[in-house]
């Protein structure tokens, strides 16, 4: 089974910058699309940033400009690099694989989650 490690969160001010990483297991991991997500408390688990095995990319509004996902397919990597950080994006992140369509749809596997708090 696919198991996904995430690391990097903690705690940054406000216009700081954070990267996040994703490490996953198994050889097809190449093959698999991969996405963030983020849930702060009180809201809903939203869309962050995807990446597909070819490395097309697609953010949410809110981030777009800020936060950029990349991917090393021989080190079985995933990224987000989050810059120009701000309060409202303090929330537990989340990384995600699917062996198939969309990542936004189908999530087959879940990283255990990292903290990302910002501070004003």
């Known amino acids: 089974q696919v198991q996904l490690v995430e690391s990097g969160g903690g705690l940054v001010q406000a216009g700081g910058s954070l990267r996040l990483s994703c490490v996953a297991s198994g050889r097809t991991f190449s093959t698999y699309n991969m996405g963030w997500f983020r849930q702060a408390p009180g809201k809903d688990r939203e869309f962050v940033a995807a990446?597909?095995?070819?490395?097309?990319?697609r953010y949410e509004d809110f981030v777009k400009g800020r936060f950029t996902i990349s991917r090393d397919n021989v080190k079985n990597m995933v990224y987000l690099q989050m810059n120009g950080l701000k309060p409202e994006d303090t929330a537990l992140y989340y990384c995600?694989?699917?062996?198939?369509?969309?990542?936004?749809?189908?999530?087959?596997?879940w990283g255990q989650g990292t903290q990302v708090t910002v501070s004003s």
């Open positions: 995600a694989a699917t062996q198939g369509g969309s990542i936004l749809v189908r999530q087959d596997y």
């Open positions: 990446i597909t095995w070819l490395g097309s990319t």
